[in-house]
């Protein structure tokens, strides 16, 4: 999930007199957005007095650096041992397409003041662990030793109270699905079951840059050198057989992440977002159970389109299963990071239209038919909005749909732009069927303008590709919203696992399914929680989860296809 820096409006309501004037002197030293730090209420007195006493270089004294956990220490300030302001969810209200997450708090004009230049401030050099434009923090900085050998994690800084596991139970659906191998010729041919995780681990450089957002989190569990070897032991402890992550900082998958996961058996494939952001989506998978057939990385900013501006990509993957018993198709894997802005739900929905187009592309038959689809990431959306609609029922009216209303982000979206017909231009050669216009037929091209002189010009939008998701987005136990991401501002679904769900699915629709040998059957998934849940751990992240993303764990099976004469694979 992309994030915009907005630490003044913190400092705004933590509720002391001297928050400006802190802030003031503060903002020279670190970059807004980068640092945040607790203010107990039985020490107001301490910053109060920032105001009024002179340090001997006549500078005020700088407050102790948040992930600096020995700074805590000589000033005698620990954050674990003092008040702290609670965690203040704010869950997504999914249980319908016209239920959203709850409205945002609107900027206030002293956030905007607090922004501005102090001319009293004096300039300072940045100290010791701050951003500045030519480099990151020295504790960001620590990011490129060596690799983490499988079983072996390197010590943590400093650990904050001990806070309780979030507990999540696997759901095993295998009594739902056909068990029995197949018999043909003669043999018997068992089917091939593997597992897919989607997780988004959260950059450190956007953690960095959107400090607001963990507010509620004890500073040295956001240290990077806590949070790697946990998301790796994460990784190792699942041990799924393909895996798309999202926000993988560039320089921790080339130094840390990649060689690590190689040592584990996976082979790594990365694609960085264009632009300056340094993070980007990764898909990595078990040698040993599949080889790689081809590679495209999707780049959505379109020069020249000034709708595709953005600098967000997605990454897909043919897969070839490695079973020596029988004969498996192919298996297409998408992954992608949709665009953050709630507002902009006509980039999300172009974003995800070129996506789809390649998977068509990529996952097509000679019979024109598309071999198995894992549709994977972080697509800034909730449950039955629009976009969600669209992925999984195929198509789109969007007669008269509000862009803030495409993704269900925000419950009142400023400004009410409709979409446009159509939404993306024409010059981007995809069609409103989500297909490349090289790959419409003549047939289909005919029977386009019978429907409609001009295809563009219709409300509508659609594609090829049956899709489910893996998930229910609702608990069981209470019929409360499922939450895949957590933060100090919200709480709600955005990650997603959709499939090609075979003909008798627990999951499929009836609509959407397709032949066993041409879908998947959900076999089984890690459980998600609910609000109530990451309330008892202190959100996310906390010790033990160190992303503000849960990572969604599902298992699968396919089943081998027909021996046919003439029969070509994906």
Same mark, same amino acid.
């Given at each position: ?135 990151? $923090? ?40 056909? *068990? ?37 989190? @004890? ?29 993988? !900082?560039?320089?921790?998958?080339? !130094? ?77 894997? *998408? ?117 409609? $002189? ?18 229910? @987005? ?33 999951? *499929? ?62």
């Amino acid at each position: 999930m992309h994030r915009h820096p907005m630490f003044s409006r913190y400092l705004n309501t933590v509720g002391f007199p001297p928050a400006q004037t802190v802030y003031y002197h503060w903002r020279h030293c670190y970059q807004p957005g980068h640092v945040w730090w607790t203010q107990p209420s039985h020490l107001q007195h301490r910053w109060s007095s920032f105001s009024t006493v002179r340090h001997p270089s006549s500078r005020p004294p700088r407050p102790p650096d948040p992930y600096n956990w020995s700074s805590w220490r000589q000033t005698e300030i620990l954050p674990h041992t003092q008040p702290r302001r609670g965690l203040q969810l704010s869950a997504g209200l999914m249980d319908r397409s016209n239920s959203e997450p709850p409205k945002k708090r609107k900027r206030s004009s002293d956030w905007r003041q607090a922004g501005e230049k102090s001319q009293c401030s004096p300039e300072r050099s940045p100290p010791k662990g701050s951003r500045n434009p030519k480099g990151s $923090p020295e504790w960001l900085q620590n990011v490129t030793c060596t690799p983490v050998p499988p079983g072996k994690f390197p010590s943590s800084p400093n650990q904050s109270p001990s806070t309780p596991e979030l507990k999540r139970h696997w759901e095993d659906l295998s009594h739902l699905c056909n *068990a029995a191998p197949s018999v043909n010729g003669g043999r018997q041919k068992w089917p091939f079951d593997f597992s897919v995780m989607s997780y988004n681990i959260l950059s450190q450089d956007l953690l960095c840059d959107n400090t607001y957002l963990y507010r509620h989190s @004890h500073p040295p569990i956001l240290d990077w050198r806590h949070r790697y070897p946990n998301i790796i032991k994460e990784l190792e402890q699942h041990s799924a057989d393909i895996m798309c992550l999202q926000e993988v !900082q560039e320089d921790h998958y080339k !130094q840390q992440i990649k060689p690590s996961l190689e040592s584990l058996g996976y082979h790594c494939e990365y694609k960085r977002r264009t632009g300056l952001k340094p993070d980007g989506c990764a898909v990595v998978f078990k040698r040993e159970r599949f080889s790689l057939v081809s590679c495209h990385p999707i780049e959505y900013f379109q020069r020249g389109i000034p709708l595709l501006d953005r600098d967000n990509v997605g990454l897909i993957v043919l897969l070839r299963p490695i079973d020596p018993h029988c004969s498996l198709t192919n298996i297409c894997v *998408a992954n992608t990071h949709l665009l953050y802005n709630p507002r902009r739900g006509d980039i999300k929905l172009a974003q995800l239209a070129m996506l789809l187009a390649e998977i068509s592309r990529v996952a097509q038959l000679p019979d024109s038919n598309v071999c198995p689809v894992l549709l994977c990431g972080d697509f800034n959306s909730v449950p039955w909005s629009p976009l969600y609609h669209f992925i999984r029922d195929s198509r789109l009216e969007y007669d008269g749909l509000p862009i803030g209303k495409v993704s269900g982000q925000e419950e009142n979206p400023r400004g009410q732009r409709i979409l446009s017909v159509p939404i993306w231009p024409r010059c981007l050669g995809i069609s409103q069927q989500c297909l490349y216009e090289s790959q419409t037929t003549d047939s289909d091209l005919r029977d386009l303008e019978r429907a409609e $002189p001009d295809g563009f010009t219709k409300a509508s939008i659609e594609h090829c590709l049956k899709l489910t998701s893996a998930y229910s @987005h609702y608990l069981k136990e209470s019929s409360q919203p499922e939450i895949t991401t957590c933060h100090s501002r919200t709480a709600i679904t955005v990650d997603y696992i959709f499939y090609s769900a075979a003909l008798g699915d627990v999951m *499929a629709q009836a609509e959407c399914s397709v032949p066993p040998e041409k879908g998947l059957q959900l076999l089984g998934r890690l459980s998600l929680v609910g609000e109530d849940e990451l309330q008892k751990v202190n959100g996310l992240p906390n010790q033990h989860n160190s992303s503000d993303h849960l990572p969604l764990l599902t298992r699968f099976r396919l089943h081998p296809r027909a021996e046919q004469k003439h029969l070509f694979i994906c």
